[in-house]
Each structure stands twice: as C-alpha cells, then as structure tokens.
C-alpha cells in the first residue's frame, strides 16, 4: 500500500472547462479517504488523474513520497472499481479473480493465485459461488466479484467509483459494512468517490469535498458534520436535512443566515410556537415537519412522537449548534 499526495493538482478540458482547480489533498498509507460531492463536482476526473488515465495541466501526484506525475498507467499499480461491474462474463467467479494474477508481469505459481483467491471469496461471503459463471450471479455478488478482483492484487491504492450505487439500498448497507471490514483488516489505501452521504460517514476516516472542481473543506465525518466551513458543506451530510434558515427569523438581525440540525430543536416547550405540517414515523425516529413564520422547519425526534397536523406547538432551538453563515454562504466563527 501507499501513502498517496496530491498537490496543486488541475485539470481543464478543450482549454476552458475547468474540471479541477489546485486540489490538494494527502491519503495516507492505510486510510480511508471519501471524496464527496454532487455531479459534476470532479470526483471521477481526480480517480482518473491519480491513475494516469488524464494528464494533468499542472501539480503533481506523489506516491511514497515519490513523484508518478509522468509515469504511464500500468507502472502506478492503482486498482479500479467501478459502478459497472465489468466481469468477463464466459468466466467463472474463480476465473475472474484469478486473471489479474495471472498477469505475465506477476509469475505467480498457480497455488498461491488459489490461496490469494479463496481468502478473498472467503472475505466477501462468495467462497459456494466461485464455480459460477459471472452471468449466473445476482447484482450484489457482482459487484462482490468486482471488488474481490480488485482486492486480490494487493495494488499501492485502491480507487472505487461509486461501486455500490446500482445496488438496492439494504445490500448497499451490508456491502459498506463488510468494505470497511475488509479495508481495516488489510490494511488497504482506499480512495472512494461518492454523493451518498451514508456511504461517506460509515466508511471514510476523511472525507474531502468537493464543489466545482474545488475541495472545499476536508476532516473527519465528525468534523465535516459538526463544524462545516459553509452552507455548502452542511448540506452535504445529515438526514434529515439541515435547516437553512434567515437569521431575522429567531432575532439574530446581524446574521444573514443561520443551520440548525432537526436534532438539535426540542417540541413540547420552548419560546417559539408553530404549526405541524407533517409528521414522519420512521421508527426509531419521528421528524415532524412545523411551519413557523412561513418557513419550514425540521424536527428530529427519537422514537414516536403523537401529535396532529395543523395543531400548534411550542419549540426551543439548542443556541450553542447554530450555525452562521454570511451573505456568500461561508462560515461565520465567533471569536
């Protein structure tokens, strides 16, 4: 594995699509590292940079401390995952994840390609499929295949283009739980790129993101969380929501905007009163929806929570979680 550095990394296309813009970022060796983002955002243009597949306009890309800028794809040995599962369909399972060892530049003896083999199968629960012809195999064990195939090279990173998200979402949580289980048990430098905010805070040990080719803010999913730079960036993680809200609305007629976290308001007592719009059950957590001053605003409740839509209550926001931002939608500190 490899400790992976990006510095003053950019990228344009046809001379005026900046696609990245003086990206900088550090991986290191063991660790992994989420980048987050929408659409469009350069999350598979920074994968396809470290890989060799786009030449970069300026920066560099060190691995180890050494710089692979100009070095060809094959000489990085990077590994891809990607969102299509890209099996060889005539093979069979074992067949699949044996090819890349049996690459002539590796040599390996045919007994340690079938030890590497069944320890990967083993890891990812496919170990009664490995006779199966990849067209035989449901989406999920697919992309089980895709990942192990990946897995078994043991390359310097690991790159994972949103792999999970043509999965159904419950086979999507137990493959991220089983991924990061894999990862800390190899040890394996993973770079994953994704816009789904769950795969990003159970998985990443940092999460960069990323807005229009720029990264924006990096931390922990605590920190990414808790202590967002931006408006930008506090939307990017949390469910329900967060609230994004002027900041006449509660009196603070010196803040252009304020975000408080449905979590972080109380029902039932409280100085401001509001009308229920809706309520959502969703078992371990109720999020009532109020209408207060014309602006919706979302309640996060632990459990069950009785009420009826249009009666009006009473409500507290938690003042050491707001959140200010300025007119441009960065962060405002206290100082």
């Known amino acids: 594995m490899a400790k992976i550095e990006l510095k003053n990394l950019s ?64 000489s990085r040995d990077v590994c891809f995952v990607f969102q299509q599962y890209s099996l060889y369909p005539h093979y069979s399972v074992y067949e699949n994840l044996a090819f890349p060892l049996r690459s002539p530049m590796r040599k390996l003896p045919e007994d340690e390609i079938k030890t590497k083999v069944e320890n990967i199968a083993s890891m990812l629960k496919i170990s009664n499929k490995l006779n199966n012809k990849a067209t035989q195999l449901s989406g999920g064990e697919m992309q089980r295949v895709a990942i192990g195939r990946a897995l078994v090279r043991e390359p310097n990173l690991y790159l994972m283009d949103e792999p999970l998200s043509s999965l159904d979402a419950k086979l999507r949580e137990s493959l991220r739980v089983e991924l990061k289980n894999i990862q800390t048990n190899l040890n394996a430098t ?58 006449t609305l509660i009196g603070m007629n010196d803040v252009p905007t ?42 996060s409740i632990q459990g069950n929570y009785k009420s009826s839509i249009n009666e009006t209550i009473n409500f507290d926001i938690n003042n050491k979680k707001v959140l200010k931002f300025d007119q441009e939608g960065n962060r405002i500190y206290e100082r």
């Open 11 to 74: 990228k344009t296309y046809n001379k005026k699509i900046e696609a990245l813009h003086d990206i900088n970022f550090t991986i290191e060796d063991g660790q992994f590292f989420v980048l987050l983002g929408p659409s469009g955002a350069g999350k598979t243009t920074t994968l396809r940079c470290i890989a060799g597949l786009e030449k970069i306009d300026n920066g560099s890309i060190l691995f180890n401390d050494e710089s692979v800028t100009e070095d060809q794809p094959a």
């Open 190 to 247: 993973i770079l994953y790129v994704t816009h789904d905010q769950a795969e990003a805070t159970t998985l990443a040990d940092k999460i960069g993101v990323l807005k229009e080719g720029h990264l924006v803010q990096i931390g922990t999913p605590e920190e990414i969380y808790e202590n967002p730079n931006s408006i930008y960036v506090s939307q990017r993680l949390g469910s329900p929501k967060i609230n994004i809200l002027p900041g």
């Open 258 to 299: 304020f975000g408080i976290r449905p979590e972080n308001i109380t029902i039932g007592n409280g100085n401001h009163s509001a009308k229920i719009i809706s309520i959502e059950n969703l078992g371990s957590e109720t999020v009532v929806a109020l209408n207060f001053k014309d602006q919706e605003i979302l309640v």
